[in-house]
């Protein structure tokens, strides 16, 4: 099991600027069909866990809580030696009727990652699937289109299957962006979303 997860980790810092355009921002909730994935009640808080770069030798240090509806991500990163932090959650659900995920966040302008895991594996390397949205001090919806998670192992783009949205294992929050310093970010909703044309 630890080589698979120092893979995790190796993957993650290797290519911190890839991709910063995935996520489409928006003022206003999607009017498309939508399911809840997250409320980030109390219940939530305990699903959330934070998973540093400590394994590489780094000293990124992330925490989250829910608070009030509200799940906040925050801590320090440091680009030496291993340059990420991230919060992940365990969730089995079929998103095949969907076109992708959206978040309602704010944030301290720094770029984060959303990550979806369906499972998938090369040998004994976990693939990586991930899209990036920017955030800002205001309060803004943001779509990640499934279309649009970037396929990876080591860092390393590589040619996979699909995603396999009918096996959604678990998602992912991450901030390695390559820049040393503080970060947050608030989320109070976290849904699936349909395309009103699809």
Same mark, same amino acid.
């Given at each position: 099991?630890?080589?698979?997860?120092?893979?995790?980790?190796?993957?993650? %810092? %290797?290519?911190?600027?890839?991709?910063?355009?995935? !996520?489409?921002?928006?003022? /206003?909730?999607?009017?498309?069909?939508?399911?809840?994935?997250?409320?980030?009640?109390?219940?939530?808080?305990?699903?959330?866990?934070? *998973?540093?770069?400590?394994?590489?030798?780094?000293?990124?240090?992330?925490?989250? %809580?829910?608070?009030?509806?509200?799940?906040?991500?925050?801590?320090?990163?440091?680009?030496?030696? !291993?340059?990420?932090?991230? *919060?992940?959650?365990?969730?089995?659900?079929?998103? /095949?009727?969907?076109? !992708?995920?959206?978040?309602?966040?704010?944030?301290?302008?720094?770029?984060?990652?959303?990550?979806?895991?369906?499972?998938?594996?090369?040998?004994?390397?976990?693939? /990586?699937?991930?899209?990036?949205?920017?955030?800002?001090?205001?309060?803004?919806?943001?779509?990640?289109?499934?279309?649009?998670?970037?396929?990876?192992?080591?860092?390393?783009?590589?040619?996979?299957?699909?995603?396999?949205?009918?096996?959604?294992? %678990?998602?992912?929050?991450? *901030?390695?962006?390559? *820049?040393?310093?503080?970060?947050?970010?608030?989320?109070?909703?976290?849904?699936?979303?349909?395309?009103?044309? /699809?």
């Amino acid at each position: 099991m630890l080589p698979v997860f120092v893979s995790l980790l190796l993957a993650l %810092a %290797a290519n911190p600027t890839a991709s910063r355009t995935s !996520g489409e921002l928006h003022t /206003s909730p999607s009017s498309a069909s939508t399911m809840t994935l997250y409320e980030f009640d109390a219940a939530d808080e305990a699903a959330w866990q934070v *998973i540093n770069d400590g394994v590489m030798g780094g000293l990124s240090q992330g925490y989250v %809580a829910v608070e009030n509806g509200v799940l906040r991500f925050h801590g320090t990163l440091v680009t030496r030696g !291993g340059g990420f932090t991230s *919060i992940r959650t365990r969730r089995l659900v079929d998103l /095949s009727d969907y076109d !992708g995920v959206e978040l309602r966040v704010r944030g301290s302008g720094r770029t984060f990652e959303v990550e979806v895991d369906d499972g998938t594996q090369r040998g004994w390397r976990r693939v /990586s699937r991930r899209a990036a949205f920017e955030t800002d001090a205001e309060w803004t919806w943001v779509q990640i289109p499934f279309s649009t998670l970037r396929t990876t192992v080591f860092g390393q783009a590589v040619s996979a299957p699909e995603t396999d949205l009918t096996q959604v294992q %678990a998602f992912g929050i991450y *901030i390695l962006d390559g *820049i040393d310093g503080d970060f947050e970010l608030e989320v109070d909703a976290m849904r699936a979303y349909r395309d009103e044309d /699809s």
